[in-house]
């Protein structure tokens, strides 16, 4: 793995041009890649709570040898600092990405893309992140680009003055950018494929939504994430905290004169309390009623994107990267469970179903599988089950195989280096240890890259006999409605909820 910098004493360098000017990149391990280039203006000064505007175009070449800077952001807390290392790359043009090619040259048949959105929280990640280099999509035929986008408050801050999900314009502005460029990396404008985990699949669930994305993209994954919005009032909450702690009026216009650092140290406050169970303060997608004129959820499941390939999935034991290191996972007993129960009304039944398909599970561990399901895997599963029918096929996977790692199990995150085929990096083997079995990777990296190019996996699309893939201990298997029990147990529940 390299660090994203090249030197030219030992690499080849390649120029290709755009529509803002020619950028030079290196061929690194067989694969050409370009770190860097701005696909919007760089969100600072009056720019700063702004919708994303077009860069500036420039003569001469361009270097895009390094990856360029990242979001303002502060690292993830302990103990997860540790387990997801998160880069911070100084400087002002954070509207900026990366491409991985095999052919950075034109061709009239085109290589399928994918455009890959990071996770955090919307509050950490960048696409610098060393688990996404994008090297063996590149060497399996697919153009990888990755993608920064504005976190925080300055990317998800509601206020009366700005426009509203400004990360997610970032983040159409550069689908944009890829529509009227990539051709000239050797990708295909027409076979695009979405893709994001965690927050990075809220946003593209969003996506899917809003109007404005409409023929950007062919095909979209969701890992570990599902479509979610809320409206502007319910998100307010947060920016109006950040301004109580600093002083200023809750407008665009007094957080634009803040100083960046004392920024996010006041966000950093605001968010960085709670827990899994009693909650914390976050930032939210909103229903703005311009990019999303409803709720993503409501929307998809009313015909939205119909036409869009679907591959979505999650892990089996989500719910152990945000219980365990902390110990929440030892401090949950059977009276918070039954309080937690409460809170979140689920239905007794469905409790029981859960202990007892679980005997040996201690209460934290139920509370753990059952929040994993009413989170993502039972909105997952209602998602394609909306679709059924679709034009658009749908695919659902699980990746179940657990890493030794601190008792982590099957956790949320854990399937990025399997899905990027980067076992071998360091801040890879933090999260799986150093034996994750490589057989595995190539079998879900491949379902990656087929999907890309063909919209078909390599497994039946969703119907009623409810098929997922496993990529689990015992390798890849084909598993028809797993855990129908516990799903059937929520059934109550939405007609409680709806």
């Known amino acids: 793995m390299t660090d994203g910098r090249v030197t030219a004493a030992r690499v080849k360098h390649v120029r290709v041009p755009t529509a803002y000017g020619v950028v030079r990149g290196a061929v690194e391990r067989g694969v050409a890649v370009f770190r860097g280039i701005p696909y919007a203006a760089p969100p600072v000064g009056a720019r700063r709570f702004r919708a994303p505007g077009p860069p500036e175009p420039w003569t001469g070449v361009r270097d895009a040898l390094a990856y360029g800077p990242t979001a303002p952001k502060r690292p993830y807390a302990p103990p997860l600092d540790r387990l997801l290392p998160d880069p911070a790359v100084p400087g002002e043009g954070c509207l900026n990405l990366n491409v991985w090619t095999p052919s950075p040259k034109p061709d009239p048949a085109g290589l399928p893309v994918l455009v890959w959105i990071h996770g955090g929280s919307l509050l950490h990640g960048s696409s610098a992140v060393p688990v996404y280099d994008g090297t063996a999509f590149a060497r399996d035929g ?24 400004r990360g997610l314009l970032d ?16 990708g295909d404008p027409d076979r695009v494929t979405v893709a994001g985990e965690s927050a990075g699949a809220v946003s593209v669930a969003a996506l899917l939504a809003a109007p404005r994305a409409a023929g950007l993209f062919r095909r979209a994954v969701l890992q570990s994430g599902v479509p979610a919005a809320v409206a502007p009032e319910a998100a307010r909450g947060t920016t109006g905290l950040i301004a109580k702690r600093l002083g200023v009026p809750a407008t665009a216009a007094a957080f634009a004169a803040v100083d960046p650092e004392a920024l996010l140290t006041a966000q950093t406050e605001v968010t960085g309390g709670g827990d899994p169970l009693t909650g914390r303060t976050s930032f939210q997608l909103v229903v703005d009623g311009e990019l999303l004129p409803r709720d993503p959820a409501e929307a998809l499941r009313s015909g939205a994107a119909a036409e869009v390939d679907l ?13 365990v290191p902390g ?8 009276l918070k469970l039954r309080l937690a129960l409460l809170k979140f009304r689920i239905p007794n039944a469905t409790a029981r179903t859960y202990r007892a398909n679980r005997p040996d599970a201690t209460p934290g561990e139920i509370l753990g599988a059952l929040a ?7 909105p997952l599963n209602r998602l394609a089950d909306a679709r059924a029918g679709a034009p658009g096929a749908s695919y659902v996977y699980e990746f179940g195989w657990p890493s030794p790692v601190q008792r982590l199990g099957a956790c949320h995150a854990l399937e990025l280096g399997f899905v990027f085929d980067t076992l071998a990096h360091p801040d890879t083997v933090a999260l799986t240890g150093p034996d994750a079995p490589q057989e595995l990777a190539d079998a879900m990296h491949r379902a990656w890259v087929e999907f890309a190019a063909t919209g078909d996996p390599g497994w039946p699309s969703w119907d009623t006999s409810r098929p997922v893939r496993l990529f689990g201990p015992a390798g890849p298997a084909l598993v028809l409605a797993p855990r129908d029990d516990e799903l059937r147990g929520w059934e109550p529940y939405r007609s409680a909820r709806t």
């Open 372 to 378: 994993t399901d009413l989170l993502l895997r039972v």
């Open 327 to 334: 110990g929440l996972t030892e401090r949950v007993g059977r």
């Open 171 to 186: 983040q159409l502005a550069a689908l944009a950018w890829v529509r009227d460029n990539i051709a000239a990396f050797g």
């Open 311 to 323: 591959l979505v999935g999650a892990t089996t034991e989500e719910y152990r990267l945000w219980f």
């Open 142 to 165: 697919v153009v990888l680009v990755s993608v920064n986008y504005r976190l925080g408050v300055e990317g998800f801050g509601v206020f009366p003055d700005a426009p509203a999900n």
